[in-house]
C-alpha cells in the first residue's frame, strides 16, 4: 500500500512563494507519474500539475508559469514550487502517485494534504 505526506503549506502574502513537498512510500515511485491536486473550499479537488516518470512536466493553465514540479527518484520525493501566489491559490494540496497514459490517473491513495493560505 503507498503512504503519501505531504508537507510545506502556510500562510503566504500575495505574491509570495512556497515550496510543497511530498514523500511516498514503497520502491515503484521512479516508475509512477505523480500528480499535485488542489481542493479549495466548497469545490471540487482539480488536478494542478503532474510529472511523468521520464520527468516531462504538465501543468493547469490556471498555474502554468507560476508553478513548477519537480522529482527526485533517489528520494522518493515530489515537490512543488509555487511563486507569485494568489489568493485563489488557497486551498489544500495533495500528492498523489498515478499512472500516464496520455493524461494523468490518479490512484485511491491520497495524503493527508497540506494547507496553503494566501492572504494579506
Known amino acids: 500500500q503507498v503512504q503519501l505526506v505531504e508537507n510545506g503549506g502556510g500562510l503566504v502574502q500575495p505574491g509570495g512563494s512556497l515550496r510543497l513537498s511530498c514523500v511516498a512510500s514503497?520502491?515503484?515511485?521512479?516508475?509512477?507519474?505523480m500528480g499535485w491536486y488542489r481542493q479549495a473550499p466548497g469545490k471540487q479537488r482539480e488536478l494542478v500539475a503532474f510529472?511523468?516518470?521520464?520527468?516531462?512536466?504538465n501543468y493547469a493553465d490556471s498555474v502554468k508559469g507560476r508553478f513548477t514540479i519537480s522529482r527526485d527518484n533517489a528520494k522518493n520525493t515530489v515537490y512543488l514550487q509555487m511563486n507569485s501566489l494568489k489568493p485563489e491559490d488557497t486551498a489544500v494540496y495533495y500528492c498523489n502517485m498515478g499512472r500516464y497514459e496520455s493524461t494523468f490517473y490518479p490512484s485511491p491513495y491520497w495524503g493527508q494534504g497540506t494547507q496553503v493560505t494566501v492572504s494579506s
Open positions: 510529472i511523468r516518470s521520464v520527468g516531462i512536466p
Open positions: 514503497g520502491s515503484v515511485f521512479s516508475r509512477s507519474a
